[in-house]
């Protein structure tokens, strides 16, 4: 039960809890459909104790998540939530949605090519022998595949997640099915099912490995509270690693009207005294969070910048963009992992994945590249 309730939280705090709904719904009618339409949804006393609860639930997933629940709100305003892609095809963007179609497609033969092979008999074979489940199948599937191909959505293969396990429930029960026309002897559908689900644990087990390979991100936190003074200024791009952040570096991101402070800095800042703070704790502003640069950041001394980079053009694309900060010559002073070169394999393996196969097994730390750089002071400073 307990896992159920965070498995929902999870889901309530993203968007995609929308989309679990219209699944809900269409159980719940299945459940009442000898009657009337009004009595399903207007009168039955469950389906609105059901929904007054979901709703007094909605403070709780703001508090966990303000930067999601934010995020998807405005989209929902700008009509890119529910319905997003018939939206966007409705306004004559029909074509920028095709092309999240297509991009999701090759996605789906990069990542997981077995479901790619057999996910139209899958779902065609539930269609032709139970219809109701074909429809909780696709009361999920199709709704949320044409809101993340919408036009105003940022395409990202991460974002395919939720339907592969709704296409592999439909995908088994066409090979069960297919395996049980055909085959007769008990004993050899025993060992086709195993052979089967053999193939298919070895890319989940291959991903988990990967994943127990050395953390760059880790290595980085730990390099900087053994060898960076606590109170230091940090400048950080691409989002390199999580830090402790002192009271000043709160109110500075709080102060500045951050869209992404969080839940938990909000709780540092206002329910813990400076002295209770986790220790060692630094001065940092990350530049994602303020593309516009504020004057207030430009006044900032900093004393270092840390970079994370998945490749030669990121890494020079932040580089670049040092001088708007008023930052002049720095040195390089580490770089994690140690071994690491400009010509290193590089995989962000939480999320981008393409051809598996090929490109885990080559994986040799987890997360990106991140170098430490420190900041000349002039003699002003």
């Known amino acids: 039960m307990l896992a159920g309730i965070l498995i929902g939280a999870s889901f309530g705090v993203h968007g995609i809890g929308i989309f679990v709904y219209l699944p809900f719904l269409f159980i719940h009618y299945q459940l009442n459909k000898s009657h009337r339409l009004k009595d399903i949804f207007i009168f039955n006393k469950y389906f609105i104790i059901t929904n007054i609860t979901i709703f007094c639930f909605i403070p709780l997933l703001y508090f966990l998540n303000q930067y999601g629940f934010k995020n998807y709100f405005n989209l929902a305003l700008n009509g890119s939530s529910v319905g997003s892609g018939i939206w966007h095809i409705m306004q004559g963007k029909a074509i920028s949605t095709l092309k999240g179609v297509v991009y999701y497609i090759k996605t789906l033969w990069e990542y997981e090519p077995v479901i790619f092979l057999f996910f139209v008999p899958g779902l065609l074979s539930v269609f032709l022998k139970d219809r109701r489940a074909f429809y909780l199948i696709a009361s999920f599937v199709f709704p949320y595949f044409l809101y993340i191909s919408s036009a105003s959505i940022f395409t990202m293969p991460r974002y395919l997640a939720p339907v592969i396990p709704f296409l592999a429930l439909a995908i088994s029960y066409f090979l069960y099915n297919a395996i049980d026309s055909i085959i007769k002897n008990g004993i050899l559908k025993k060992i086709l099912v195993a052979i089967f689900c053999l193939v298919m644990i070895y890319l989940p087990l291959l991903w988990l490995f990967s994943l127990t390979k050395p953390s760059s991100r880790l290595g980085a936190r730990d390099w900087i509270y053994g060898h960076v003074a606590e109170n230091s200024k940090l400048l950080t791009f691409g989002r390199p690693v999580m830090l402790n952040e002192n009271s000043e570096s709160l109110r500075f991101a709080k102060n500045l009207d951050n869209f992404y402070f969080s839940s938990r800095q909000n709780y540092l800042l206002t329910q813990m005294r400076e002295d209770e703070l986790p220790r060692p704790y630094y001065f940092i ?39 708007e900060y008023g930052i002049g010559k720095i040195d390089l002073i580490k770089r994690i992992p140690a071994d690491a070169t400009d010509n290193s394999f590089n995989l962000e393996v939480a999320q981008r994945t393409p051809k598996p196969l090929i490109n885990l097994p080559r994986v040799k730390f987890v997360g990106p590249i991140i170098d430490v750089y420190k900041i000349e002071k002039t003699q002003d400073e």
Do not use: H, M, Q
């Open 285 to 323: 502003v990350a530049s994602e969070d303020y593309p516009d640069i504020p004057r207030k950041i430009n006044d900032v001394a900093f004393d270092y910048v840390l970079v994370a980079w998945w490749n030669n053009d990121e890494r020079s694309g932040y580089l670049e963009d040092l001088s």
